[in-house]
Structures are given as C-alpha cells and as structure tokens.
C-alpha cells in the first residue's frame, strides 16, 4: 500500500501538467496561425495599395518590413484583448469583437507610429490593412473554428470529463455532452 500511495499523489500532478502542455501547445499554435494571418492581411493591403491603386510607396521604410514589424505588435494586442487564455470558451460573436479589438489597436498603432516617427506611412494602405485584418484573422478564426468542431465530432482532441453528480440534471448533461461532440468533452463517468 505504501509504494502505491506515492504514485496516486503523483498522478494528478502528471495529469494537471500534461494538460498544461497541451493547452500551452494550442495557444502557441494559435499564435503561429494568427501571425501568418496578420502578416497576410497587411501584404494583402500592401498589394491593394500599391499595385491596384494609383501612388507609389512614400514611406521611410519598405512595407514588408514594417509587416515584420508589426505583426508581432499586433499579436501582442490580441494576447491583451484576451484572444490567447487557456480558459477562455467564446462563442464566433464575442471571439470576433477580440479580433476587432485587436486589429483596430493594432491600426492605431501604425497611426501612432507614423506620427511619433514620421514614418510617411500611405493612410490607405493603414485602413486597407485593418479592413483585411478583420476579414483574413476573423476568417481564419472561424475556418480554425470549424476545423475544430469537426475534428472534435471524429473523437479527436477531447477532453475526459466527470460529471459531479448522478441526478437527472447530471445525466442531462451528459447526453448533451455526448450529442454535441464538437464540443469537445469525452464523459468518463460520474462522480455522486
């Protein structure tokens, strides 16, 4: 009984890490999906601005290294709009207004830049790149969204869950959980 003690004690704590891991590998995944997303959105606006409209560049620096530079701003705008916590459940609508958040601070981050360092930034291809951030990183929010739902309904990336309770309520919910897999829960069991 003894030797068996240690290793109880010591899987919970397993447990709590692994699920740590794991919720820490999505939200760097997220990251990386966002980043390729934002940097896609303002090379987007740079090709609306400067290839279909009329007017060349007059910035200090090139476009493509003010998008290196401001992608990675921009993520840090949607990690303080709340868009990378590990606990965080949004349903499209609120995940959306996150993304809003995000991208319109991160507009006026470019207009602040320009200001403060005279940068001579085109003002069109500042509002080409919110319009296309909100369109290409609240789609991919969406298609990885969706891809997770259908991930989820196959049995893949769920989570085991108790159920407190053994009451009408409990099975209730357990039903639910198991009919709406896309949710994620795989029910282990209950727990009166």
């Known amino acids: 009984m003894a030797e068996s003690a240690p290793a109880l004690e010591h899987q919970p704590r397993s447990l709590k890490q692994s ?81 809003f958040n995000g991208v319109v601070a991160g507009t006026v981050v470019l207009f602040t830049a320009d200001s403060a360092f005279n940068l001579n930034l085109a003002r069109g291809w500042a509002l080409l790149s919110m319009v296309s951030g909100l369109v290409v990183v609240g789609g991919e929010r969406l298609a990885v969204r969706k891809m997770l739902h259908m991930l989820r309904r196959r049995g893949g990336d769920a989570t085991r869950t108790i159920i407190v309770g053994a009451n009408h309520e409990a099975r209730t919910v357990a039903r639910t959980l198991e009919r709406e897999r896309w949710l994620g829960y795989d029910v282990g069991g209950f727990v009166d």
């Open 19 to 99: 699920l740590q891991r794991r919720s820490s590998r999505r939200i760097a995944i997220r990251v990386v999906i966002d980043a390729v997303a934002v940097s896609s959105a303002l090379l987007i606006a740079s090709v609306i601005r400067f290839e279909f409209m009329q007017g060349a560049p007059a910035a200090k620096w090139d476009y493509g290294t003010i998008t290196l530079v401001a992608t990675p701003v921009w993520l840090l705008l949607f990690y303080l709009s709340g868009l990378y916590e590990p606990r965080q459940v949004l349903g499209p609508v609120n995940e959306f207004k996150q993304v």
